[in-house]
């Protein structure tokens, strides 16, 4: 069974940098598939933040602009998510999750249970 | 950028169907899933490839897609299915992942 864990501070000072690691099990990190964050802020619905493949291979919502930086670490099977200059409007609950492919058919089926990162000084 | 565009809200009584509506412009060439949320919680598909459903998801949850618009069909809504549902699709690309604005269903 695949698991996602995210883990990081729950709490981070506005013009800080967040930093998030999901740690997976059951499954390769180098095996395939695109592994991604989403975040949900409070009353809104889920956003895409960006996307990694093993290789190094990213994608970002270009709405963030150059703030994101993912990375993995295949050693240790796990992947990261750094985004600077956080304000308040960056507070969420924050998503790890694997993008399953198979053919044309291409979704997000294995998540983490989510953390809470807060922006507050 | 890509958007998909879901009601905000349905409202149904038990027993009901309910129906929510997913639209976008790549609908047409692209498959719907369609995800079950409570906030704090892991989202959980409920459908993929517009009507398949994953194993332990209710035969009540259905699908359909034509043109540039995705149904989600609960029929016989029952109280614990009252979630956000958001639809997801892509682009022609691939990336990014594109979720709807998500659609609150009571369930009252």
């Known amino acids: 069974q695949v698991q996602l864990q995210e883990s990081g501070p729950g709490l981070v000072k506005p013009s800080e940098t967040l930093s998030l690691t999901c740690a997976v099990s059951?499954?390769?990190?180098?095996?395939?598939?695109?592994w991604g964050w989403i975040r949900q802020s409070p009353g809104k619905g889920l956003e895409w933040i960006g996307s990694?493949?093993?290789?190094?291979?990213?994608y970002y919502n270009p709405s963030l602009g150059s703030r994101i930086t993912m990375s993995v670490d295949r050693s240790k099977n796990l992947f990261s998510l750094t985004l600077s200059s956080v304000t308040a409007a960056d507070t969420a609950v924050y998503y790890c999750?694997?993008?399953?492919?198979?053919?044309?058919?291409?979704?997000?089926?294995?998540w983490g249970q989510g953390t809470l990162v807060t922006v507050s000084s | 950028s890509y958007e998909l565009t879901q009601p905000p809200s349905v409202s149904v009584s038990p027993g009901e169907t309910a129906r929510i509506t997913c639209s976008g412009d790549?609908?047409?060439?692209?498959?719907a899933y369609w995800f079950q949320h409570k906030s704090g919680q892991a989202p959980v598909l409920v459908l993929y490839?517009?009507?398949k459903r994953p194993s332990g998801i209710p035969a009540r949850f259905s699908g359909s897609r034509s043109g540039t618009m995705a149904t989600l069909t609960i029929t016989g809504a029952q109280v614990e299915d009252e979630f956000d549902y958001y639809c997801?699709?892509?682009?022609?690309?691939?990336?990014?992942?594109?979720f709807g604005g998500g659609t609150k269903l009571t369930v009252l």
């Open positions: 999750a694997r993008r399953y492919c198979s053919g044309a058919s291409c979704y997000p089926d294995y």
């Open positions: 059951g499954y390769s990190i180098s095996s395939g598939f695109f």
């Open positions: 990694i493949y093993y290789t190094g291979i990213t």
């Open positions: 790549a609908l047409p060439k692209k498959y």
């Open positions: 490839e517009d009507n």
């Open positions: 997801y699709s892509t682009d022609s690309s691939g990336d990014p992942w594109v």
